[in-house]
């Protein structure tokens, strides 16, 4: 298991931008596949994007393509997903995790979250 800590929500405007970060430890964690989800108040969890162990892949769900980019620091074992021109409807909060793909990306491995608003 990997131990995973968020960081970098708040409170945006829309349009605005804004950078979480991601703290990986543990044995394995420089050899797995990692991503975000979030989830907005009612709705299930949803995939939003992930980034192979060795960086050189990356997904996004449709809804955030174009404006949000993942990213990784294997050396610190960080994570990031910078945000831009940010809506209401990215509202959630939002978790790093250690990503597996079968029909479809999911995990069993979560950070606790970090929660973004974007005010409009």
């Known amino acids: 298991q990997v131990t995973l800590v968020e960081s970098g929500g708040g409170l945006v405007q829309v ?3 804004l950078r979480l970060s991601c703290a990986a430890s543990g044995s394995t ?3 797995v596949s ?3 989800f979030r989830q907005a108040p ?3 969890r949803e995939f939003v994007a992930a980034i192979s162990y060795s ?3 990356t997904y996004y769900a449709s809804s955030v393509e174009g404006r949000f980019t993942i990213s990784g620091d294997n050396a610190k074992n960080i994570l990031y ?3 831009s021109s940010l809506q209401p409807e990215d509202t959630a909060v939002y978790y790093c995790a250690v ?3 079968g029909s479809a990306w999911w995990s069993d491995n ?3 979250g970090t929660r973004v608003t974007v005010s409009s």
């Open 15 to 17: 349009g605005g931008s």
């Open 29 to 31: 964690c420089s050899s």
């Open 34 to 36: 990692r991503g975000w």
């Open 42 to 44: 009612g709705k299930e």
């Open 55 to 57: 960086g050189g892949s």
């Open 81 to 83: 997903l910078q945000m």
């Open 99 to 101: 990503v597996k793909y």
């Open 110 to 112: 979560w950070g606790q």
